[in-house]
């Protein structure tokens, strides 16, 4: 009994203590301070992809993506109907 104590106190992995049950008892802990990190942690992971996704590209508006479309289909139908000729 006495061995089992001193090995977790080192901070060993044996019998499961160390850093999992450290971690276990962040998650689940539900102290407010903890679930505020947790979701500023989650909220990086998501932000610094979308934000380098999003660096210097312009974002089109609906209107802005039909009046691509509407031009690149009068261009296809004035090209077929000038070759049937």
Do not use: C
Not at 69 to 80: F, M, P, Q, V
């Amino acid at each position: 009994m006495e061995g089992e104590s001193n090995g977790k106190k080192a901070g060993g992995t044996a019998g499961g203590g160390g850093f999992r049950s450290r971690m276990e008892y962040y998650l689940y802990s539900g102290d407010k301070k903890h679930v505020f990190a947790g979701i500023a942690i989650v909220s990086a992971l998501f932000a610094v992809p979308w934000v380098l996704m999003n660096r210097g590209s312009k974002h089109q508006s609906h209107q802005d993506y039909l009046e691509k479309a509407d031009k690149a289909r009068n261009e296809r139908l004035s090209s077929s109907s000038s070759s049937a000729k």
